[in-house]
């Protein structure tokens, strides 16, 4: 079973759509969670961190739920500019600081 | 930008040959983590260097090694390549901070390689 577990997608709504994307890890010593993003071909960028009573910037909107190890991100008004993958990550929190990522889950924003 | 540069940007290397990628971090970060990501996957951790030494490895054979130099810049080696190392090659540079925090980890743009 995999660390960090999102459905792959590809997502494709239209312009103005709300879309969900949900992640599940299997760690429950996780004590740190993100949402990253991801452009075709460049590195992975910071969206948001996540927390346990829920976080909101702007449009995105993201959740965690410790019992069940779930995480979900909420994105308003879908605008083309946020076609990309959204990776999921974990971090143990432990001396080091690696972080654990998902497979991510692929936005196709349609005009 | 992130002020991590990597380099090479793109590199193609045969099979058993051996390769070294390049690492400087952004000013004022004591901690580079290395990663591989493969064609339609999440970045994989494969080992983390704090002043210079390692801090933490993940699931890689010990024919990936690495180091961090004084001025925090690192080097990711990889000998016995295989066709299997193909992949988008990411450090990420941080400031390793108290045991109960986390500070950002700011990734570079990568080195794509190809083993043939």
């Known amino acids: 079973r995999k660390e960090v577990e999102q459905d792959p997608g590809p997502f494709n709504v239209p312009e103005g759509a709300t879309v969900a994307f949900n992640c599940t890890y299997s760690?429950?010593?996780?004590?740190?969670f993100f949402w990253y993003r991801q452009d075709c071909r460049k590195e992975p960028k910071l969206l948001m961190s996540?927390?346990?009573s829920g976080n909101e910037d702007g449009r995105f909107t993201a959740q965690l739920n410790r019992a069940s190890q779930y995480i979900s991100l909420l994105i308003r008004d879908s605008k083309l500019s946020d076609s990309a993958t959204y990776l999921c990550?974990?971090?143990?929190?432990?001396?080091?600081?690696?972080?654990?990522f998902g497979s991510g889950t692929r936005l196709q924003v349609q005009p | 930008e992130t002020g991590v540069t990597q380099s090479p940007t793109h590199l193609i290397k045969t099979r058993g040959q051996q390769v070294t990628l390049r690492c400087s971090s952004q000013?004022?970060?004591?901690?580079v983590s290395w990663y591989q990501q493969a064609l339609g996957q999440g970045p994989q951790f494969i080992f983390q260097?704090?002043?210079?030494?390692?801090?933490g490895r993940g699931n890689f054979p010990p024919r990936f090694s690495g180091l961090q130099f004084p001025n925090y810049s690192s080097e990711l080696n990889v000998n016995a390549l295989e066709l299997d190392d193909s992949a988008l090659y990411l450090c990420?540079?941080?400031?390793?901070?108290?045991?109960?925090?986390?500070?950002?980890?700011?990734f570079g743009p990568g080195t794509r390689l190809t083993v043939l």
């Open positions: 990420a540079s941080s400031s390793l901070a108290g045991a109960n925090s986390y500070n950002e980890q700011f």
């Open positions: 760690n429950s010593a996780s004590q740190s």
């Open positions: 996540v927390y346990s």
């Open positions: 990550v974990v971090n143990l929190n432990t001396g080091r600081r690696a972080l654990t």
């Open positions: 000013s004022g970060h004591n901690t």
């Open positions: 260097y704090y002043r210079e030494e390692e801090n």
